[in-house]
């Protein structure tokens, strides 16, 4: 090996070590913080103990992790599918090969990314939510806001999903569709409002009690 070369790929190697180094640090959050999101320009990080807020960065942030879970099909495993997990969806079909969710599941995992776990059961993260100060409301909802909908004649929730937007006064709401079988933006019918929503606001970073 001439000497020029032996130089060029020392060059090579540093580049890479820096490069590597680089993105790391770039890709990481700060000691004490949770990731919440990123996209082109920024790393969204948050201390832990913060409350979420109104800040519009970092539910923007959440909706834009849960959108990534678009079309992932529906699958129910014994009433849940955790995080996505390949391990628990039905085998040797490639529609699966991602992962799956159900309804209270998907809401986990949108939890889970600001370092709140809540068990995936939708009556039970609609509790949660109600045992928090302000928890829950009926109106003026906003984006990344969890939906809850009360199941057809019984006094529980029978549905959940993560609110998206409101448009000709009808509510979009990103959830784990039974009739589509997948991650769905579906909306509800004309007139009719969920049960309540759980404010994402009041929740505190890396709290889950």
């Not at 032996?6 to 990731?35: E, G, H, M, Q």
């Not at 807020?53 to 959108?67: F, T």
């Not at 709140?116 to 993260?125: F, R």
Request: a positive charge.
């Amino acid at each position: 090996m001439s000497k020029q070369t032996r130089k060029w790929i020392t060059r090579l190697t540093a580049f890479l070590l820096i490069f590597v180094a680089f993105n790391a640090f770039a890709a990481s959050c700060p000691t004490d913080t949770v990731y919440i999101g990123e996209d082109e320009d920024y790393l969204y990080c948050r201390r832990r103990g913060d409350y979420i807020g109104n800040d519009q960065a970092v539910r923007a942030a959440i909706l834009r992790n849960a959108m990534t879970k678009l079309r992932y099909p529906y699958h129910e495993v014994e009433r849940r599918c955790l995080a996505g997990n390949v391990s628990m969806c039905p085998l040797n079909e490639e529609d699966h090969s991602r992962g799956c969710y159900d309804c209270s599941a998907l809401v986990f995992d949108v939890l889970r990314s600001v370092g709140v776990w809540v068990e995936p059961n939708a009556n039970n993260q609609y509790n949660y939510f109600k045992s928090i100060p302000q928890g829950l409301k009926t109106e003026n909802p906003m984006y990344g806001d969890i939906v809850f909908i009360q199941a057809d004649d019984e006094p529980r929730i029978g549905h959940t999903g993560i609110y998206v937007g409101t448009r000709d006064n009808r509510i979009y709401y990103l959830n784990a569709s039974v009739s589509k079988q997948k991650v769905w933006v579906s909306r509800m019918p004309q007139g009719k409002r969920p049960f309540a929503y759980g404010n994402v606001s009041v929740l505190r970073i890396g709290k889950s009690d």
